[in-house]
């Protein structure tokens, strides 16, 4: 295991000028306790009016063929209509560039 990038990190942590995981995420509801309230929904129906802020959008999983699965169906299911990102984060994970007005004429 590589301890230099761990050890750099706790460093930068420990001054809020240079830490390195500025952003933070505030999550609606737990998994457990979304699991709980709306377990009673059956396949297919939906709840139009609710809102969460769920961070599930904020991992990249490389390759899906290797999550092993029992079912076709997802047990949870997202609809999203607003995505909530930082300007980094744009460009790295919604390959979004801030456009500027050319200098060149």
Known sequence: MNTLRPAAVAELKK????????????VSISLEKYINKYRYLKEGEMLEHEKLRSPNELGETPNRNLIQTETTT?????????????????RKYLGLRRTRPSSKK
């Open 15 to 26: 001054s809020p000028e240079t830490d390195p995981y500025p952003h933070t995420f505030d």
């Open 74 to 90: 997802p047990e949870l299911e997202f609809f999203k209509n607003v995505i909530d990102t930082c300007t980094p984060c744009n």
